[in-house]
């Protein structure tokens, strides 16, 4: 006797169409200046998911300490990391696919993003730009509580995701933010199981 098998027909490829039915999350990650939230949001609009920043997750002592020009250690970023965690189990755990700009410098800050939610749910999306380009951008932002000289501490602390090792992408922050968004979608479709 035959088995028809009903769920072998090929499913739509949009974010928001069951694709895995299992939702997608983005952690938009780079020192400072290098635009997390203006490319986490092209890239929340583009696929039509939530953009938030992680900035607002952090407690009000670590805001006053990075206000005043003094690096965070891990301690500090502990509280931190949990909420930003806690953030994404929240989208993924509700079947909610978003983006999260979020440092995310260190493999341990991102073991601990990720925690609870399959590897291959969370993408890391690492902004890479040279110091220059990244001091020229932090100068011409006002309202940023992140002042420049914190920014070589940030670039001495950054532990880049090796893609081996872990699901990232990387982006050259010196390309237009339409290309960079081209490259996450280009990137997503091509890591899709074929159907």
Same mark, same amino acid.
């Given at each position: 006797?035959?088995?028809?098998?009903?769920?072998?027909?090929?499913?739509?490829?949009?974010?928001?169409?069951?694709?895995?039915?299992?939702?997608?999350?983005?952690?938009?990650?780079?020192?400072?200046?290098?635009?997390?939230?203006?490319?986490?949001?092209?890239?929340? +609009?583009? =696929?039509?998911?939530? &953009? !938030?920043?992680?900035? /607002?997750?952090?407690?009000?002592?670590?805001?006053? *300490?990075?206000?005043?020009?003094?690096?965070?250690?891990?301690?500090?970023?502990?509280?931190?990391?949990?909420?930003?965690? +806690?953030? =994404?189990?929240?989208? &993924? !755990?509700?079947?909610? /696919?978003?983006?999260?700009?979020?440092?995310?410098? *260190?493999?341990?800050?991102?073991?601990?993003?990720?925690?609870?939610i399959p590897e291959n749910r969370v993408l890391f999306v690492l902004l890479k730009g040279s110091k220059e380009l990244l001091e020229k951008r932090m100068e011409s932002r006002k309202g940023h509580f992140m002042p420049t000289q914190?920014?070589?501490?940030?670039?001495?602390?950054?532990?880049?995701?090796?893609?081996?090792?872990?699901?990232?992408?990387?982006?050259?922050?010196?390309?237009?933010?339409?290309?960079?968004?081209?490259?996450?979608?280009?990137?997503?479709?091509?890591?899709?199981?074929?159907?």
């Amino acid at each position: 006797h035959t088995h028809t098998h009903t769920e072998n027909t090929p499913r739509k490829s949009t974010m928001n169409n069951n694709e895995e039915t299992s939702p997608m999350l983005f952690v938009v990650m780079g020192v400072s200046g290098s635009g997390k939230t203006t490319v986490g949001t092209a890239l929340g +609009e583009r =696929l039509g998911i939530q &953009y !938030s920043d992680a900035d /607002s997750l952090h407690p009000e002592e670590n805001k006053r *300490k990075m206000a005043s020009g003094q690096p965070l250690n891990d301690k500090d970023r502990e509280p931190f990391l949990h909420n930003c965690n +806690e953030v =994404l189990k929240r989208w &993924y !755990s509700g079947g909610e /696919s978003g983006a999260l700009g979020c440092s995310a410098l *260190k493999k341990t800050y991102r073991t601990v993003l990720r925690d609870g939610i399959p590897e291959n749910r969370v993408l890391f999306v690492l902004l890479k730009g040279s110091k220059e380009l990244l001091e020229k951008r932090m100068e011409s932002r006002k309202g940023h509580f992140m002042p420049t000289q914190l920014l070589q501490s940030q670039l001495d602390t950054l532990e880049e995701p090796d893609p081996a090792h872990e699901n990232c992408i990387v982006l050259d922050i010196a390309n237009p933010i339409e290309a960079l968004v081209d490259q996450v979608v280009q990137h997503l479709e091509a890591s899709r199981p074929a159907q």
